[in-house]
């Protein structure tokens, strides 16, 4: 992307433009690979969503967490298709404001989204913990509570780094080294002070990082002290499958953001480059992997899904 023109300082009204490379064949395959990862991830998580919607077996708490989970398609909607658009029409510019809120959504979605897996694990904990008391607690009206909590929490997190970047200045160069507008590759071409903003990104990913997971970890604890005195075998593993598909998701998503955070050798400007590798795994593989990983042991979403589709067979014989 590219912010502006080379002069000797560059506005914040100008614009940017996304650096890719230079061969064509390359754009090719990117843009088939990142159109169909986007089409899946999109149809997938849309199809859960419908899903909950529509199937009065899917009414639980649950499966509530994984519809606004499912949601988080917005990240990768906010990025995808304008990368698309720039290979497919060489169209590379994108203005500063346009920008901005690119990196504000993206951030958002991005924040919130280790809050709710936080309050997904929660919900697992009275579920497995407490499940006299779990339709008590984890009523309706909790759940509305958590997930406003999740979203308003993401928007504190991003907004102290971002309301800092605004005031960056660029100068020589406009040209950002990333498949989108993000925080690590404005900072990386801006000719301001960015070490106060440099830290303030890295102490807010890091304390989001260590309170989300510190509540995760604490969570699976009890889960698993509670599952281990079961009496039963087939009930211990069945309460082990429930769990093991989120405890994938945690794996994923927190295992990139920890690689890329709490890397103690490398600089924000000098991670640029992993990080490209690393938004592309997170904005077109991980969307499509997160709606695989829920619905492949899942009966009762097999079961909401199969059950259209056998009266849409039986109708058309008809």
């Not at 064949?25 to 899903?51: M, P, R, V």
């Not at 990104?201 to 509670?226: D, F, G, Q, R």
């Not at 920890?258 to 938004?279: C, D, H, L, Q, R």
Request: aromatic share 12%.
């Amino acid at each position: 992307m590219q912010i502006g023109q080379k002069t000797s300082v560059i506005k914040n009204s100008t614009v940017t433009t996304f650096s890719g490379t230079d061969d064509p064949e390359l754009c090719k395959l990117i843009f088939i690979f990142l159109f169909l990862t986007y089409t899946l991830s999109l149809s997938g998580n849309l199809t859960i969503i419908i899903l909950t919607f529509v199937d009065p077996h899917l009414k639980t708490p649950m499966y509530f967490f994984l519809k606004n989970f499912s949601l988080e398609i917005s990240f990768t909607s906010a990025i995808t298709p304008r990368y698309l658009y720039s290979i497919a029409t060489g169209d590379n510019i994108i203005t500063y404001k346009a920008c901005i809120i690119q990196v504000f959504f993206t951030d958002l979605c991005r924040v919130s989204e280790f809050f709710l897996l936080t309050a997904m694990s929660y919900d697992y904990y009275v579920a497995i913990c407490k499940p006299l008391h779990y339709v008590i607690i984890m009523s309706k009206r909790v759940c509305g509570i958590l997930i406003i909590c999740c979203r308003m929490a993401g928007l504190c997190v991003i907004i102290p780094p971002l309301s800092l970047g605004l005031n960056l200045k660029f100068c020589d160069s406009n040209m950002i080294h990333h498949f989108a507008c993000d925080a690590f590759p404005l900072v990386k071409i801006s000719c301001s002070d960015t070490w106060f903003v440099e830290w303030t990104v890295i102490i807010c990913a890091v304390l989001t990082l260590n309170m989300t997971l510190t509540c995760v970890v604490l969570s699976y604890a009890y889960i698993i002290k509670t599952i281990f005195r079961f009496p039963s075998v087939q009930q211990r593993k069945k309460a082990f499958l429930t769990c093991s598909s989120h405890m994938i998701v945690i794996s994923i998503t927190y295992g990139t953001c920890i690689f890329i955070y709490m890397n103690p050798t490398t600089s924000v400007k000098e991670s640029v480059a992993i990080n490209k590798g690393v938004t592309v795994f997170t904005t077109s593989i991980a969307p499509v992997l997160n709606p695989f990983i829920y619905t492949l042991r899942n009966r009762q979403i097999k079961q909401a899904f199969n059950n259209p589709v056998k009266r849409t067979v039986i109708f058309s014989r008809k």
